[in-house]
């Protein structure tokens, strides 16, 4: 026993054993429920009433938990930042308008029960984030109350958080009489996706007035839209395209782009057929990686593959997403990019790409630790507002400077943005090193937090999950006219809640409740930690 009370008193022994309990704890699958790395924070209470009520004692150093917050936020911002930023100008203001219902009506309960139930603001903050699943939410709680009774309010919160929206995903179209099939077919006739849908066709020359002009001359990609990546002359030679290149009648064009800009293609160039052309010999279909933080930020105009390269950007997929490969568009670290190029030229396009995944996964750490120092700095800053004057804090400097330098991405030789798998080990890692010791020092507290109110404090989180998500799908039928598929997925993106859109994804076969789930999701999560700043600024 002397032996395991040593283990027991050794913080990074315990340290170590939460997290890896935790995460067993989270794979644990309740049914088609898991909770994850936030299990950890379950665990963490546990240890935590274990040691006060045997007089142990025992806290980890309190760096490991402000090292886990700067690292969680920070890469928090960073996976949030493209998307959140561009919310504003793409999905419109009904999504957004969604998110913010959610959001602020979860709070205003949650005020409103503190006061009139006499509940400390920071174990109510608790619930709130809890209530929301957000666990970024809880660290800016944490952060600006500095007190422990938050992370107490988010465990007892957090279990109905995550079965409340998956039971009121699957019931709601009862409640609201909504008959999904026909909600599935007006998504279909009337969806229009943000980013098209990106395909190709093969025409015959047949417009005379085109007749001997060069690509170059023609301002096809400017024109239409759309790329040309194959040219059949009529007696069957394969030519690789190129700036001087002309167009004779009866030669086969391959172009690729969105239905509309093919059409225009056709306007332009003439009738489709069915006929396929051939790869040439000389002519490489190939994709690249970005790997290379000389061309990251500039745009296709700016490199001017075909006319450098004798090269045809003809696909950019970025995060999954295929993108147009308009002029204007600039790439990013990581873009996978589809060429149409001379083989010839295929060594000199690879040394300007970079197309090296070893490079991708060799992330640099000190744009990290840049960025976190600057988020540090920006949080001391006190800010005028009015007769106040208002400090961001930990949570709030480092998030804003990471969204900034995500939509920014390169600043000189400094590429901000983060590899996937980089983010995700970093996001975990600092999510981890930061449940740890909060959950360990709440779980003190925990005995006499339910002791003074008891299971009401469940039955608290249960309104803030459930009455929020009754008022956005109200509103979003009713008032703002919202398919009923998306509106499921704007409401497990305002509950940031993944479970949720699982949910969500097996009532239809059609991609509304993800399109909607990603317009919402980090517009949320930023709001959420906003919110719960200012709640914690109310105690």
């Not at 394969?238 to 391959?254: C, H, S, T």
């Not at 295929?322 to 060429?339: A, H, I, N, Q, T």
Request: glycine share 10%.
């Amino acid at each position: 026993m002397d032996w395991l009370t040593f283990l027991l008193t050794k913080d990074y022994f315990v340290l170590f054993l939460v997290i890896g309990l935790g995460i067993m704890v989270g794979r644990i699958n309740f049914k088609g429920v898991k909770f994850e790395l936030s299990a950890v924070i379950f665990v963490a209470l546990f240890f935590g009433y274990f040691y006060h009520h045997y007089g142990i004692d025992f806290e980890i150093p309190s760096v490991i938990q402000d090292v886990g917050l700067v690292l969680f936020i920070y890469t928090i911002g960073m996976q949030a930042g493209p998307s959140f930023f561009s919310a504003f100008k793409e999905q419109g203001a009904k999504m957004l308008i969604l998110a913010a219902i959610i959001v602020v009506s979860g709070a205003m309960i949650a005020v409103l029960i503190a006061f009139a139930a006499g509940v400390d603001m920071p174990l109510m903050t608790g619930l709130f984030t809890g209530a929301l699943t957000s666990t970024p939410g809880l660290a800016a709680a944490i952060e600006a109350s500095g007190s422990p009774l938050a992370s107490i309010g988010y465990g007892v919160a957090y279990p109905f958080g995550v079965l409340g929206v998956i039971l009121f995903i699957k019931i709601s179209p009862k409640i609201f009489r909504v008959d999904l099939k026909k909600e599935e077919e007006k998504f279909k006739k009337s969806s229009r996706l943000s980013v098209p849908v990106i395909t190709h066709k093969t025409f015959v020359v047949t417009n005379e007035n085109i007749h001997g002009k060069s690509l170059e001359q023609l301002h096809i990609y400017s024109m239409t839209c759309a790329s040309i990546s194959r040219i059949m002359r009529e007696n069957g030679e394969l030519i690789v395209p190129a700036p001087d290149v002309a167009l004779y009648k009866g030669d086969m064009v391959k172009a690729v782009g969105t239905e509309k800009a093919l059409r225009c293609v056709e306007v332009l160039i003439g009738k489709p057929t069915p006929k396929v052309i051939p790869q040439s010999g000389n002519l490489e279909i190939k994709w690249f990686v970005v790997s290379n933080e000389r061309v990251v930020n500039k745009s296709l105009e700016e490199l001017n593959l075909l006319e450098n390269y004798h090269a045809t950007v003809t696909r950019i997929r970025r995060s999954g997403i295929e993108l147009m490969p308009l002029p204007s568009v600039r790439l990013r670290y990581g873009d996978k990019v589809l060429v149409s190029v001379h083989k010839g030229n295929v060594p000199q396009l690879t040394a300007l790409l970079g197309d090296s995944l070893k490079h991708i996964s060799e992330t640099s750490f000190l744009p990290v630790a840049v960025g976190i120092v600057l988020g540090i700095v920006v949080g001391t800053l006190e800010l005028p507002f009015g007769n106040l004057h208002v400090k961001l804090g930990l949570t709030g400097g480092v998030l804003l400077t990471s969204l900034f330098f995500s939509w920014k991405g390169k600043t000189g030789p400094l590429v901000w943005n983060l590899s996937g798998p980089a983010n995700q080990l970093l996001r975990q890692m600092g999510l981890l090193l930061f449940l740890t010791p909060v959950g360990i020092r709440a779980g003190e507290h925990l005995t006499a937090a339910l002791s003074q109110y008891g299971f009401n404090l469940f039955g608290y989180g249960v309104l803030i999950t459930l009455i929020p998500m009754f008022i956005a799908t109200f509103v979003g039928k009713v008032v703002l006219k919202i398919n009923f598929l998306s509106l499921m997925g704007a409401l497990t993106g305002g509950m940031t809640s993944t479970p949720g859109l699982s949910a969500a994804e097996s009532m239809t076969e059609t991609e509304a409740p993800q399109l909607a789930y990603a317009a919402v999701y980090p517009f949320s999560l930023v709001l959420v930690i906003l919110v719960a700043e200012l709640m914690s600024a109310l105690a």
